[in-house]
C-alpha cells in the first residue's frame, strides 16, 4: 500500500527529519501479519513512549491551568483529555484514519476496535515527533491538535470528567432527590460471548437501557442515554 507520508507530515504541520517514523506511527501489529515482508515495524514502542510524552505535558498543562485543584481532580481531568474517546477525535480531526496501515479485517472495523487502534496511533505519533523533533516540538503539536481540540472548559463545568454512571447519579439525586437503580433487562449468547442489556430507572421508571459485553458496560452506556433522553 503506498501512502504518501509526507502529506500527512504537512497536514499535522511536522517537518520530519526521519519520515520513516512517522510511517512507523501509523503501523499497526496486524498489517505485519498480513504483510511480513515489507521490512517495516509497528508503532506499539511509540505509542509506549508517546503516551508517557503526552501524559506529561498534559499533566503540566493542567498544573498551571488550575493551581488551587487537588491532585485527584487534575488526574481526573487529564484521564478525561487522554482517553480513548478523546484522542479517537484528535485522530479523526487530523485524517489520521486514511493514513493507517492495517489489516484487511481491521480496515474493516469501525467500531470501538477502530477507536481504539487510532486513539493510540496518536499517541505514536505523538512519540514519533519526539524521537525525530524532541520536548518542545512535541508540546507545539499536543498544544495545537489536542489540548485547543478538546474543549476542557467543557469537561470541567460540565463534570464530564466523570464517568456517565457517576454524572447520572449526581444529576438525579441534584433535580430529582433521587438515586438511580439498574436491573438486568436481557441476557444472550453464550458465556464465552455474552451480551447483557440494563436498564437505568428513576424509581419505578425505566429512563434508557444499554447493551455491553459485561454488565458494567451496559450500566454505563445506559446511563449515557439517560443523560441525553434527560437532557442533563
Request: aromatic share 8%.
Amino acid at each position: 500500500m503506498k501512502i504518501d507520508f509526507e502529506s500527512l507530515a504537512e497536514h499535522i504541520g511536522v517537518s520530519f527529519h526521519d519520515i520513516s517514523l512517522l510511517r512507523m506511527a501509523c503501523t499497526h501489529r496486524s498489517y505485519l501479519n498480513e504483510n511480513r515482508g515489507s521490512g517495516l515495524e509497528h508503532n506499539e514502542r511509540l505509542e509506549f513512549l508517546g503516551d508517557a510524552v503526552l501524559e506529561l505535558i498534559v499533566t503540566s498543562f493542567l498544573f498551571r491551568k488550575y493551581p488551587t485543584k487537588a491532585e485527584g481532580e487534575l488526574t481526573a481531568y487529564r484521564s478525561a483529555i487522554v482517553n480513548t474517546v478523546s484522542l479517537s477525535k484528535v485522530a479523526k480531526h487530523l485524517g489520521l484514519n486514511e493514513y493507517m496501515l492495517l489489516s484487511k479485517g481491521e480496515a474493516k472495523d469501525t467500531g470501538r476496535a477502530r477507536a481504539i487502534i487510532l486513539a493510540n496511533a496518536v499517541e505514536a505519533v505523538i512519540g514519533a515527533i519526539y524521537m525525530d523533533q524532541g520536548y518542545d516540538a512535541s508540546a507545539n503539536f499536543i498544544s495545537d491538535h489536542i489540548l485547543n481540540v478538546i474543549d476542557i472548559d467543557e469537561i470541567v463545568d460540565k463534570k464530564l470528567w466523570l464517568d456517565a454512571k457517576s454524572r447520572f447519579q449526581e444529576r438525579a439525586q441534584e433535580k430529582m432527590g433521587t438515586t438511580p437503580s439498574y436491573k438486568t433487562l436481557r441476557e444472550v449468547g453464550p458465556d464465552h460471548d455474552k451480551q447483557f442489556t440494563l436498564g437505568v430507572f428513576l424509581g419505578d421508571k425505566q429512563v434508557a437501557s444499554g447493551t455491553g459485553a459485561s454488565k458494567q458496560e451496559a450500566e454505563q452506556k445506559a446511563a449515557e442515554k439517560a443523560l441525553e433522553e434527560k437532557g442533563w
